[in-house]
């Protein structure tokens, strides 16, 4: 019911800028919370951003607050995270992933039964 296809990863030194996107199917899209969450190599699966149906509530980690924009374009199916001064530790596979319900109140990627593939996003300094 819910396909989800990131793209928009690769490589950027540090300070730069990276917009992902997450495009979107199903008619439940527009309806459900979605969240992008990362993993870094030899570390767990971490959470990033979240954005509600409407788009009017967001949240995000603290090691991405005031760097990084999650948004939605319900008419294009398609969420975004746009991550400016991009810094070693961002360095991660980031993926989006769809919620069950309006919006989340926790960071628990349990919430998300939904996963796209995956966008490698790399770092250099």
């Known amino acids: 019911q819910v396909q989800l296809v990131e793209s928009g990863g690769g490589l950027v030194q540090a300070g730069g800028s990276l917009r992902l996107s997450c495009a979107a199917s199903?008619?439940?899209?527009?309806?459900?919370?979605m969240g992008w969450f990362r993993q870094a190599p030899g570390k767990e699966r971490e959470f990033v951003a979240a954005?509600?149906?409407?788009?009017?509530?967001?949240s995000y980690s603290n090691s991405v607050k005031g760097r990084f924009t999650i948004s939605r374009d319900s008419a294009k199916n398609t969420v975004y995270l746009q991550m400016n001064s991009l810094q070693p530790e961002d360095m991660a596979v980031y993926s989006c992933?769809?919620?069950?319900?309006?919006?989340?109140?926790?960071?628990?990627?349990?919430?998300?039964?939904?996963w796209g593939q995956g966008t490698q996003v790399t770092v250099s300094s």
């Open positions: 199903g008619r439940t899209f527009s309806s459900y919370a």
């Open positions: 954005i509600n149906w409407s788009g009017d509530r967001t």
């Open positions: 992933a769809v919620a069950n319900k309006p919006w989340v109140t926790t960071t628990s990627q349990y919430e998300y039964p939904y």
